[in-house]
Structure formats: structure tokens, C-alpha cells
């Protein structure tokens, strides 16, 4: 496992740079893992303490998400993939537990159904693949669901984060952009928060984000719940961001309509 293809100095791994950048230096960041896990008394739904196990450890005929939801372990590799998962873990813990018994509870009700069902699905994507687009301003978020590009995202980068935060969630797209191209999408959960949440230190609105979110996915949701975001389009995270760059319709696409 290489951690040099991961460039620290990226825009969209502010907010993971420090504790990332411990365990890439660590002898076995695995176990660095399972002692900042330990540190922080992070724990499943079913409050059973969250460590980090090695992937050939799961039982046989067990559901990665259903061991985690009954033991705490989590299967873990020596992967990219797994590498952002367990740091989605150590900075997003209330959601990372919430999103685990949503998706075991599912789980358990697709064995007597025999089907996957929305809410896993719904889920699975959000664990892998999201980013939260988070605004005070109700224009900025009905634009972004609008796919209207150039209210959202054609500004300069102080503009646009006086008005927006993006943080990425799901490991996935996170481990996609450490090769980053253009068309790289996320999957978004638009979160609308006070103003003084962006004055608070980046930490702390990690946490308060981590909250909110968790209260918000005990609710339940499915597909219908998402946006889309290409992105390398948000100001300053990419070269090059001209009109041209934001007119390439392949990417930066027009909302579909309904029939």
C-alpha cells in the first residue's frame, strides 16, 4: 500500500489532513486506527466499541455491515478504499454509526423479503460516495439541486465559501479524486446551517456537521434524497476553471426533467 499517491496539500482534504497524515506515518495504521478510535470512545449504534480488524478475520457467511452492527469490529484492508473508511470513522463517527445500523437493520428485513430495498441502496451510496454541500443561504442550495452551475459554482473561491462548505464523506470518493479528473461526481446531501457555523474552527464544525447529519439520517431516506456535484467544479479545487471548463455539458449537466 503506497500513501504517496495521496497529495495532502488537495483543497478537499482539509478536513483530514492531520489525523491522515498520523496514521499514513504510522509503523501499521491499522492499529493507529483502533487506538485514536479507542482514544475517542467511538462506538456502534449498539454502543460495542469501534476497533479495526483484518479482513480475513470476518467470519465466513458474515455481512461485512452486520458483523460491524453485532461486534464493533470493523474488516479492514490494506487499501486506499478501507484507509478513508476508517478515517471517515474517526471524524465522522455519529454518522458512520447511524449509517451501519441503517444499513444491518435493512439487512435483516431483505432475508425474509429476499430483496435489497431503497434503504440499503440509499445507504451504501451515501457511505461511499457522498459529499455535504452545506449553505446558510436557501438560493445557494436550490441552485445546486437546480443544476444550476453557474449560480452555484461559478464565482471566485472567497465568494463561494462565504456562502458554502464542501466536505467529503463517502471513501470512495475520496480514494477516486486521489487521481482526480474532471467528470468526478458525488452523490450530495444538501445541509443548511446558521451562519456562526462558519465561524467556528474547522474541528468544530466537523462536529457539529457529524451531528446534525445523524439526527437527520435517523429519519431514514432513499435515492430521492440526493443531489449530484461534479466535484472539481467547486471554486479553487481545480485549474482552469474558466466557462469553457463549466460549459462542458458532459459533466456540469442540466437538471433532468420529470415525465
Given at each position: 500500500m503506497r500513501f504517496d499517491t495521496i497529495d495532502w496539500s488537495q483543497p478537499w482534504l482539509r478536513g483530514l489532513r492531520h489525523i491522515g497524515e498520523v496514521l499514513a506515518a504510522s509503523d501499521d495504521w491499522v492499529k493507529a486506527a483502533c487506538v485514536m478510535s479507542a482514544e475517542r470512545g467511538l462506538s456502534n449504534f449498539s454502543g460495542h466499541p469501534i476497533s479495526f480488524i483484518a479482513q480475513q478475520s470476518l467470519p465466513a457467511d458474515t455481512v461485512y455491515e452486520s458483523h460491524i452492527a453485532v461486534t464493533g469490529e470493523v474488516p479492514t484492508r490494506h487499501n486506499l478504499h478501507d484507509f478513508f473508511n476508517a478515517l471517515a470513522w474517526l471524524h465522522f463517527p455519529n454518522i458512520k454509526r447511524v449509517l451501519n445500523n441503517l444499513q444491518a437493520e435493512a439487512i435483516n428485513h431483505a432475508r425474509s423479503r429476499e430483496t435489497r430495498g431503497p434503504q440499503r441502496d440509499a445507504a451504501t451510496l451515501f457511505d461511499e460516495n457522498v459529499a455535504f454541500f452545506v449553505s446558510h443561504d436557501d438560493n445557494m442550495l436550490e441552485a445546486l439541486r437546480a443544476h444550476d452551475w453557474?449560480?452555484?459554482?461559478q464565482?471566485?473561491?472567497?465568494?463561494?465559501f462565504s456562502q458554502a462548505e464542501v466536505i467529503l464523506f463517502g471513501h470512495a470518493l475520496i480514494e477516486k479524486l486521489t487521481t482526480p479528473y474532471k467528470s468526478i461526481t458525488a452523490h450530495v446531501w444538501t445541509v443548511k446551517l446558521d451562519p456562526i457555523w462558519f465561524t467556528m474552527p474547522?474541528?468544530?464544525?466537523?462536529?457539529?456537521?457529524?451531528?446534525?447529519v445523524a439526527s437527520r439520517l435517523l429519519k431514514g431516506f432513499d435515492n430521492s434524497a440526493f443531489c449530484h456535484l461534479p466535484v472539481l467544479g467547486v471554486p479553487?479545487?481545480?485549474?482552469?476553471?474558466?466557462?469553457?471548463?463549466?460549459?462542458?455539458?458532459?459533466?456540469?449537466?442540466?437538471?433532468?426533467?420529470?415525465r
Open positions: 453557474r449560480t452555484t459554482l464565482k471566485t473561491p472567497d465568494e463561494f474547522y474541528q468544530a464544525r466537523q462536529m457539529t456537521l457529524d451531528q446534525h479553487g479545487w481545480w485549474h482552469e476553471q474558466d466557462a469553457e471548463f463549466y460549459a462542458d455539458s458532459d459533466v456540469f449537466r442540466p437538471k433532468r426533467q420529470r
